[in-house]
């Protein structure tokens, strides 16, 4: 559910103005297609403008979820609901979120100005098309075509409201172009939503740390560092040194690292659990004679989360 509720937050966005004028040139970044890059940037704003509901599909090889979703802007705040209809019926709420609260995530989609300046942002790490896209979900769409510059990360196809720019469906594309995960509007709806009857057994309040607070309990007291990340990733945590937990994003993947200092000694060793583009990667290591296991959880390749692991270490 948390996975689940990971992505929600990130991908399903609606959208209401654009930075740059369709067709505008990014003449600072050569190769940058500036039609792609204003359908992101008005997807990362549509959080702030419009209220939907409806239902959602989450396809991991033959496993699928199905989930209800809802986003409610009423005046300076919105909320945002996300049900599994399918599973352990789990529910995620996020109540009172500041609309001028823009998260770093979103700010890496809206290059505006910054990319006439020639600060290219994402179009570094991605290449970027546009194409005739289908309908989905009763609306016409089109599609982003996004294509990782190195391996450190994963290609997308996405497909916009042509109207509002929702993200009405993404697929995320690894090596050989294999589809490892889809996620799509069965159902959707731009009117008032009706209350809910459906029945959850479990229900997590989305928490939404402010500036210089704790995000994480505070489970490592010694500071801590990942010495090495993808080019582009930047840091979304507020709060650093001993806390249990960094999370990283590019604008469009998302990962976490997790360290846990043990009591024992462990054997050197790695696990690894693939859910369609999740990975999750554990590694048992031995930092300065203390025994520490730490955990990568995102949506990179595993070879980026056994770099990313190997260099974790202690802050100098």
Known sequence: MLLANMRYGRLVLLSAALALPVGASA?????ADSAA?????????SLYQVSYHGV???????????MQVSHAVDGENSSARLTQLTGQGAQVERRDHPLHCVHPGHKLLQLGKDLHAGNCGIANYYRFSVAEGERIAGRKAVRILIQPRDMYRYG????????TGLLLKTQTVGRGD?????????????APEQSSATQVNVVHQAQHPHPG?????????TRWEVSWLPHGFMSTDSAAGGTARRTYTDGLAVFSVFLEELGREIRPGEGVVRSGGTTSYTRGMDLSGQPVLITVIGEVPINTARMVADSVAWAQ
């Open 56 to 66: 959602v599909t989450l396809q991991r090889g033959d496993d699928m979820q199905v």
């Open 27 to 31: 003449s600072g970044c050569p190769g």
């Open 37 to 45: 890059l204003n359908w992101l940037d008005k997807m990362s704003r």
């Open 213 to 221: 607070a704790a995000n994480s309990p505070v489970l490592v007291a």
């Open 178 to 190: 294999k589809v490892l995960e889809k996620f799509q509007f069965a159902s959707l709806s731009y």
């Open 156 to 163: 997308y196809v996405m497909e916009l409201d042509r109207e």
